[in-house]
């Protein structure tokens, strides 16, 4: 058995102390709009319960030079709550793609990195993923990460692990984010909830969780703008672009080779609500619009309207640099 | 530690290393969903070791799993 046929067919299931947890996956495959629900299933089959394996993170580095992993072929990093689920399942309907959304392990692993100097975290990044998007049907090609909304905090970290992967940022109207979180606020947002990324609240937010959403998703903003300026390999993706832009700006950007079953499949995934893929989708922006009041529209100028704003000016900018490039 | 239980755990790592090297194996256990099903494929398989590692013993150490999985966050 050789380094690579070691952990064929093995997923890391979670990481805890140091060590990886390794659950069987065989021929099963990421659809669920996100990844904790399918390992979710796969740690409940009796299986995983009782034969799980354990490694150390030495594992990872021999997978990061495996032969028979997928590349990363495009990473979406996003503001949540703006379309970032229907992009994840839209790149999942190709017929050649692995889709990893929101990675516990992945964020476990950067956790650790942020907390210690950890030695050949490039490596450990890049194994993880690779062990993660295993090729598991013989078409399996391109392989996509949607990473967590604050992970954009991380981008030198992560990109430099993936040096020369497409990567986009995907955000929304903040009157319409914060709607959403008002509505059903998520747990990271809970004051304190990042400090293991380095995201310590201002202490007269504490007792504020959507204000304190404020203020995580302007630090997410910013970063997405100072990452646009230092990693060549961005573009800018607003919702409002969304389902169109899948099948154009992020087609183009991640390369994919689109023909009909593919464009099929993009439109298909657009139709329906993400989270529920039982249901239609049915555009909201009006109906979040129509919810805020006076102390929201407040909240998201004072926190996000600049740092939208200049995201606005520089996604226009690019759009037309491309448009004039040809 | 007793006896039995030395026994028990060398009884199950055994098993463990029998699974761990045998891909058709996992494949095939892989797909059993039902908890009565799959403890008594393991019956099968488990041989002379049947004295240290019975069906309890086998159900015990999936609960075991089980709580690792949902405690995996927890400090």
């Known amino acids: 058995m050789n ?34 629900e399918t390992l979710q299933k796969l740690a409940a089959k009796p299986f995983n319960q009782l034969f799980r394996r354990q490694s150390n ?32 399942q839209a790149l999942a309907a190709l017929p050649n793609s692995v889709v990893l959304s929101e990675p516990e392990p992945f964020d476990k692993l950067l956790q650790w990195l942020i907390a210690s100097q950890i030695p050949n975290e490039a490596a450990l ?39 020369g992967v497409p990567w986009l ?27 293991r990324h380095g995201l310590y609240p201002p202490v007269d937010l504490i007792s504020q969780p959507l204000e304190h959403s404020a203020w995580v998703l302007k630090r997410v903003l910013r970063d997405a703008a ?15 672009e969304l389902p169109l832009a899948l099948e154009t700006r ?8 689109l023909g009909n079953i593919e464009i099929a499949g993009l439109r298909q995934a657009g139709t329906l609500d993400t989270k529920n893929p039982y249901r239609l989708f049915q555009p909201d922006s009006e109906d979040k619009h129509a919810d805020a009041d006076a102390d929201l529209h407040a909240m998201a100028t004072h926190w996000l309207g600049e740092a939208y704003a200049e995201l606005e000016r520089m996604r226009s900018t690019n759009n037309c640099n491309v448009q004039v490039g040809g | 530690m007793n ?9 199950l790592a055994r ?47 999936m609960q075991h799993g089980c709580r690792n999985w949902v405690e995996r966050n927890l400090p």
């Open chain 1, 125 to 163: 990044l890049r194994g993880l993923i690779c062990a993660m998007g295993q090729p598991r049907r013989t078409e399996d090609r391109l392989l996509f990460l949607k990473t967590d909304c604050w992970h954009i905090c991380h981008i030198d970290r992560i990109l430099s692990a993936f040096p």
């Open chain 2, 3 to 11: 006896v039995d239980v030395n026994c028990f755990d060398s009884s």
């Open chain 2, 15 to 61: 098993l463990r290393q029998r699974i761990h090297n045998d891909s058709a194996l996992q494949a095939r256990l892989f797909e059993i969903n039902d908890i009565d099903q799959f403890v008594s494929a393991l019956s099968k398989l488990i041989g002379d070791d049947a004295e240290y590692l019975n069906d309890e013993d086998l159900r015990q150490a």
């Open chain 1, 3 to 36: 380094r690579d046929d070691n952990w064929k067919n093995w997923i890391p299931l979670y990481l805890k102390g140091g060590c990886i947890e390794w659950g069987y996956m065989g021929r099963e495959r990421f659809v669920e709009p996100f990844c904790q």
């Open chain 1, 250 to 257: 992020l087609a183009e950007h991640f390369s994919l080779n």
């Open chain 1, 57 to 88: 993170l030495a594992a990872l580095l021999e997978l990061s030079i495996s032969d028979n992993a997928l590349p990363l072929s495009g990473i979406v990093f996003h503001m949540s709550r703006c379309g970032s689920t229907l992009v994840a």
């Open chain 1, 226 to 240: 100072e990452a646009m300026m230092r990693h060549p390999g961005g573009i800018l993706l607003n919702y409002h």
């Open chain 1, 169 to 195: 940022f995907l955000y929304r109207d903040p009157i319409e984010v914060l709607v959403s979180q008002q509505r059903r606020p998520a747990s990271y947002l809970i004051p304190g909830a990042l400090a």
